[in-house]
C-alpha cells in the first residue's frame, strides 16, 4: 500500500499555510480549501437562488454524504443520519430507547465520555444503575469481565471506543461479539476513530455508533454522523419528530423506516455539503493508510517526548491511537495548551468532566494532549518538541 503525499495534503488546507502548528485534531482538524468551496458554493447558491428554492440542490448534496458516510462505515446509507453534534446525535439515540426502570443496568467502560455519563442521569433517576465494567491489566476495557456481568437487568452496553484523554484503542469488536451473543443493545462512542482508523460497523456489530465530523474526518462543526443498525430501529422511539421524521400517511403519522427517522427538516445544507466532501476525500484517500501514517507519526512524537525529562506520557492500553496524554512537569495542562498557543502550535488540554470515572481512578486532574493527523509532518514535531523543551527550562 503507497503512502500518503504528506505535502500535497498541505497544500490543500489553508490552516498548513497559515504558520500555526496544529496537533489539537482530536478536538477539531483543519478542513481541506476544497471542504470549504462546498460550503461557501452552497451558502453562495442559497444566497443567489433563495435558500429554500437552493434546498433542491443541497438534498443532492446531503444524500451524496450520506452514501459516503455509508461506504467509510461498510453500512447501508439507509442506515445514517446526520446532527448538529456527536452528543446531539448520542443523545438522540439512547433517549429512543424508552422508559428505564428499577434495577435496569446500564454497562460502560470506566473510560465513558463524560457527556454520555450526564445523559445517563435521566436513566437514574428513573431507577436504573450504571455500573463501570472493570478494565485488564493493560487499562482497556476488559471483555471477559463484561462477560460475567451480564444478566436479565442490563439492558444496555455503552463503550467509548478511542478516550479523549489518551491513546487508548478498548476491544469494540470482542465487546459487540458479547453484547450481540445476550442480544442486548450495543452503542459505541466513536468521535476519536471515524476518520483516525479503519471503522466496520458489521465487524463490531453495534447496534449505534456515532462520530463528529469537525474530528479526524476533517469537516465542519457543527455536524456529526449517527449509524442505527436496520434491525433495531424498531426498538428506537425518537421523541423528537417532524414531518421528515414521522411523515403524515393516511393511518396517521409514520415514523420514517430507516435512519432519518433521527433528522429533522431543518438542517443546514451548506455545511452537509462540506462534510459531504470531507467523508469523500477520506475516502478517496484511504482510512487504512490515513491510520498507517497517524501510527507513524505519533511514534515518532512519543519517542520525542520520552526525551524530554520532566515529561510523563499517560498511555493505557496494548496498543495506541494518535492521541498523547501527557503531563510536563511543574505545569498545569491548560496554562501550558495557552503558552503552546502563544507560540502558534495547537495542543488540547482535558480535565476530568471529560472522562470522569478513568481520570478520578488514575488521580489525574488535567492532561495535555497532543493528537496527530497525516497533515503534520517533521517540521510539526520539531517545533512542539523545541517549545516543550523551552517551557521546561
Given at each position: 500500500?503507497?503512502?500518503?503525499?504528506?505535502?500535497?495534503?498541505?497544500?490543500?488546507?489553508?490552516?498548513?499555510?497559515?504558520?500555526?502548528?496544529?496537533?489539537?485534531?482530536?478536538?477539531?482538524?483543519?478542513?481541506?480549501?476544497?471542504?470549504?468551496?462546498?460550503?461557501?458554493?452552497?451558502?453562495?447558491?442559497e444566497a443567489r437562488d433563495g435558500p429554500m428554492e437552493a434546498g433542491e440542490h443541497g438534498a443532492v448534496l446531503v444524500e451524496k454524504a450520506r452514501r459516503a458516510a455509508a461506504q467509510l462505515l461498510n453500512a447501508p446509507a439507509a442506515s445514517i443520519a446526520f446532527a448538529s453534534s456527536g452528543s446531539a446525535a448520542w443523545n438522540i439515540a439512547f433517549q429512543a430507547l424508552g422508559a428505564w426502570q428499577p434495577g435496569d443496568r446500564i454497562l460502560v467502560g470506566r473510560h465513558e465520555w463524560g457527556g454520555n455519563l450526564a445523559s445517563m442521569e435521566l436513566a437514574v433517576q428513573a431507577g436504573a444503575r450504571v455500573e463501570v465494567i472493570p478494565c485488564d491489566a493493560t487499562g482497556a476495557t476488559c471483555p471477559q469481565a463484561l462477560a460475567s456481568m451480564i444478566d436479565a437487568q442490563v439492558k444496555l452496553i455503552d463503550l467509548t471506543w478511542l478516550p479523549a484523554n489518551g491513546g487508548l484503542i478498548n476491544p469494540a469488536e470482542a465487546i459487540g461479539a458479547i453484547a450481540r451473543r445476550h442480544a442486548i443493545p450495543y452503542f459505541i462512542d466513536a468521535g476519536q476513530a471515524v476518520g483516525q482508523l479503519p471503522v466496520d460497523v458489521q465487524a463490531l456489530q453495534c447496534d449505534v455508533l456515532k462520530s463528529a465530523g469537525r474530528k479526524h474526518l476533517r469537516g465542519p462543526r457543527g455536524t456529526a454522523l449517527l449509524y442505527v443498525r436496520a434491525e433495531f430501529l424498531q426498538h428506537l422511539n425518537p421523541a423528537q419528530r417532524d414531518v421528515l421524521s414521522a411523515p403524515w400517511s393516511a393511518s396517521g403519522y409514520d415514523l420514517r423506516n430507516d435512519a432519518r427517522r433521527?433528522?429533522?427538516?431543518?438542517?443546514?445544507?451548506?455545511?452537509?455539503?462540506?462534510?459531504?466532501?470531507?467523508?469523500?476525500?477520506?475516502?478517496?484517500?484511504?482510512?487504512?493508510?490515513?491510520?498507517?501514517?497517524?501510527?507513524?507519526?505519533?511514534?515518532?512524537?512519543?519517542?520525542?517526548?520520552?526525551?524530554?525529562?520532566?515529561?510523563?506520557?499517560?498511555?493505557?492500553?496494548?496498543?495506541?491511537?494518535?492521541?498523547?496524554?501527557?503531563?510536563?512537569?511543574?505545569?498545569?495542562?491548560?496554562?501550558?495548551?495557552?503558552?503552546?498557543?502563544?507560540?502558534?502550535?495547537?495542543?488540547?488540554?482535558?480535565?476530568?468532566?471529560?472522562?470522569?470515572?478513568?481520570?478520578?481512578?488514575?488521580?489525574?486532574?488535567?492532561?495535555?494532549?497532543?493528537?496527530?493527523?497525516?497533515?503534520n509532518n517533521d517540521d510539526d514535531i520539531e517545533r512542539l518538541m523545541a517549545a516543550l523543551q523551552e517551557l521546561r527550562d
Open positions: 500500500m503507497t503512502r500518503l503525499d504528506i505535502q500535497h495534503l498541505r497544500e490543500r488546507t489553508p490552516g498548513c499555510q497559515s504558520g500555526i502548528v496544529h496537533f489539537n485534531h482530536a478536538g477539531a482538524s483543519l478542513p481541506s480549501q476544497a471542504t470549504l468551496d462546498a460550503i461557501i458554493e452552497q451558502l453562495q447558491r433521527f433528522e429533522t427538516s431543518e438542517a443546514s445544507y451548506a455545511l452537509l455539503a462540506g462534510l459531504g466532501n470531507a467523508l469523500q476525500e477520506m475516502n478517496h484517500l484511504g482510512v487504512e493508510r490515513v491510520w498507517g501514517q497517524v501510527l507513524r507519526t505519533s511514534a515518532r512524537v512519543r519517542e520525542a517526548l520520552r526525551q524530554i525529562p520532566g515529561v510523563s506520557l499517560h498511555d493505557l492500553g496494548a496498543s495506541h491511537s494518535g492521541l498523547i496524554a501527557f503531563n510536563l512537569a511543574g505545569w498545569d495542562a491548560f496554562e501550558l495548551k495557552r503558552r503552546l498557543g502563544l507560540k502558534r502550535i495547537n495542543i488540547g488540554a482535558n480535565g476530568v468532566a471529560y472522562t470522569p470515572l478513568d481520570m478520578h481512578a488514575r488521580g489525574l486532574d488535567s492532561v495535555a494532549r497532543i493528537s496527530v493527523s497525516p497533515l
